[in-house]
């Protein structure tokens, strides 16, 4: 497979060829500050930048050339030494980017994954990659969090005949998007690790949400399957087109998670592959975690793999940025727990809970931000998660973060010191003055409300122990 003057004019008959040294290897980039040489740059145009303006820096860098439109080519003129650069002129960069993308993965007829959901989907991603690695397995997993169109598009372009299996993360803010990326992606099986509140602006209710989601199933063949959380009805209680794999705590799922213990920062449970049963331990007080060890076992098993190397690759660390995140505070001043990739209810009362598991003598404190994308509802939210601080009677202090939060301060219990801010930057200056006393720090909101920041103000990453 290769990408050359023959594969692109027969994907985009309409562009032209400015410029025609093809590479190797192609690589593609979006970002001009972190193109790397040889990378084909896309100049895609945002909301505040536009990538045309940025090629001549990216090309300076030592891309391998660009795709940029018709309507800004005259910025060529301005650039030396293109003969030896691949340069596409097309209609629109991000369309044709798409495309490109399409064609490309359907040269591959190797397992490809699709993981979506409300919560968990980077982590069960990385958990099921543990598990190709254990296996022994070459595999192409997806960066990061690039789970919009942009980023599937990108991590698709990374697909070699010499992999074995392809895993991708999914992700959605909008109705209609999961239909566009499932046909984008054409996944031979997908996993849908969750229903939960999160994105309601733009998807509306839980049902809303839930039929949004099951729409990656929309393109499978006959030989395709899905792997679905028994636990909710809203997902379980669904007739299919295609067989289905259901994970979770009830006795009706194909994979199970039984007898749960939480003890301080570990999770003991049975785990149930259909009739076979297993002790497991893992090194972690968020539940979350299980059923994220539950969906990936489910899509593993389903591939093949060993219940024998299964069962040892779940129970290594998989440590996941952002995702209940263990740190150490600066000068040794305490630890911090990082969850601050994004929040909704489910999460916020999911990470709270897994705080109050946390056995340590040092004070706590949890920051949390605005959960953002609730909707009209929004206000009822914030002050149930109010209410839900009852369940952590280990809270020293609570710092908020952001407007919304002021919904949570109206319910919080009665004695437990609570303090409002407007930014991550008032946040950092609060908790300063207790650093003193060495606590334990959790870090939750959602991810516009940037307290990544304040983690990385606070922090060096540290050898972690836990993450979900």
């Known amino acids: 497979m290769r990408f050359d003057k023959s594969f692109i004019t027969k994907t985009l008959p309409e562009m032209s060829i400015a410029f025609g040294h093809f590479p190797e290897d192609v690589t593609f980039s979006i970002d001009s500050r972190t193109v790397q040489a040889g990378d084909i740059f896309v100049a895609l145009k945002g909301v505040d930048r536009d990538g045309h303006d940025f090629v001549t820096?990216?090309?300076?860098?030592?891309?391998?050339?660009?795709?940029?439109?018709?309507?800004?080519?005259?910025?060529?003129?301005?650039?030396?030494?293109?003969?030896?650069?691949?340069?596409?002129?097309?209609?629109?960069?991000?369309?044709?980017f798409v495309q490109l993308a399409a064609a490309w993965r359907l040269q591959f007829n190797y397992p490809v994954i699709a993981v979506t959901g409300s919560v968990g989907k980077t982590s069960t991603k990385e958990i099921l990659a543990q598990i190709m690695s254990h296996a022994g397995k070459k595999y192409l997993v997806s960066n990061g969090n690039q789970n919009t169109k942009i980023g599937l598009a990108l991590n698709m372009l990374r697909m070699r005949a010499d992999h074995e299996l392809a895993i991708f993360e999914i992700g959605i803010s909008k109705r209609g998007e999961m239909a566009e990326?499932?046909?984008?992606?054409?996944?031979?099986?997908?996993?849908?690790?969750?229903?939960?509140?999160?994105?309601?602006?733009?998807?509306?209710?839980?049902?809303?949400?839930a039929l949004e989601k099951r729409d990656v199933f929309k393109y499978f063949s006959e030989s395709s399957i899905g792997i679905i959380n028994?636990?909710?009805?809203?997902?379980?209680?669904?007739?299919?087109?295609?067989?289905?794999?259901?994970?979770?705590?009830?006795?009706?799922?194909?994979?199970?998670?039984?007898?749960?213990?939480?003890?301080?920062s570990h999770i003991s449970f049975v785990l149930k592959i259909y009739?076979?049963?297993?002790?497991?331990?893992?090194?972690?007080?968020?539940?979350?975690?299980?059923?994220?060890?539950?969906?990936?076992?489910?899509?593993a098993h389903w591939l093949g793999v060993s219940?024998?190397?299964i069962i040892k690759a779940i129970q290594k660390p998989c440590v996941v940025e952002g995702r209940f995140e263990e740190r150490l505070v600066n000068d040794n001043r305490g630890t911090l727990i990082n969850d601050c990739y994004n929040a909704n209810p489910e999460s916020m009362k999911?990470?709270?809970?897994?705080?109050?598991?946390?056995?340590?003598?040092?004070?706590?404190?949890?920051?949390?931000?605005?959960?953002?994308?609730?909707?009209?509802?929004?206000p009822f939210w914030h002050r149930q998660v109010g209410r839900f601080l009852r369940k952590v009677?280990?809270?020293?202090?609570?710092?908020?973060?952001?407007?919304?939060?002021?919904?949570?301060?109206?319910?919080?219990?009665?004695?437990?010191?609570?303090?409002?801010?407007?930014?991550?930057?008032?946040?950092?200056?609060?908790?300063?003055?207790?650093?003193?006393?060495?606590?334990?720090?959790?870090?939750?909101?959602?991810?516009?409300?940037?307290?990544?920041?304040?983690?990385?103000?606070?922090?060096?990453?540290?050898?972690?122990?836990?993450?979900?």
């Open 181 to 209: 990326l499932a046909r984008l992606l054409q996944a031979t099986s997908a996993a849908i690790t969750n229903i939960g509140h999160q994105h309601m602006d733009g998807l509306g209710s839980l049902n809303d949400i």
């Open 275 to 299: 009739k076979k049963k297993y002790s497991i331990v893992l090194e972690h007080p968020h539940v979350g975690a299980v059923f994220n060890v539950l969906t990936a076992t489910a899509m």
């Open 57 to 96: 820096q990216a090309l300076e860098k030592g891309a391998g050339g660009a795709i940029i439109a018709e309507s800004r080519k005259e910025i060529l003129q301005k650039i030396k030494g293109l003969d030896k650069k691949l340069i596409l002129v097309v209609k629109d960069p991000l369309e044709a």
């Open 307 to 309: 219940d024998e190397t």
């Open 230 to 264: 028994g636990d909710q009805p809203i997902l379980a209680n669904v007739s299919y087109q295609h067989p289905v794999i259901k994970f979770g705590s009830k006795t009706t799922n194909q994979i199970q998670a039984r007898k749960m213990r939480v003890a301080g």
């Open 350 to 378: 999911a990470a709270l809970l897994a705080f109050q598991q946390i056995e340590t003598k040092s004070p706590k404190i949890a920051i949390l931000g605005d959960m953002l994308g609730l909707g009209v509802n929004s």
């Open 393 to 468: 009677p280990s809270l020293n202090k609570v710092i908020l973060v952001g407007n919304l939060v002021a919904w949570v301060k109206k319910t919080a219990p009665v004695g437990l010191r609570v303090e409002v801010v407007s930014s991550w930057q008032d946040a950092v200056q609060k908790i300063e003055s207790e650093l003193d006393a060495k606590p334990a720090i959790l870090v939750k909101g959602s991810r516009a409300i940037g307290l990544e920041n304040l983690v990385s103000a606070l922090t060096t990453k540290s050898d972690v122990t836990s993450s979900l």
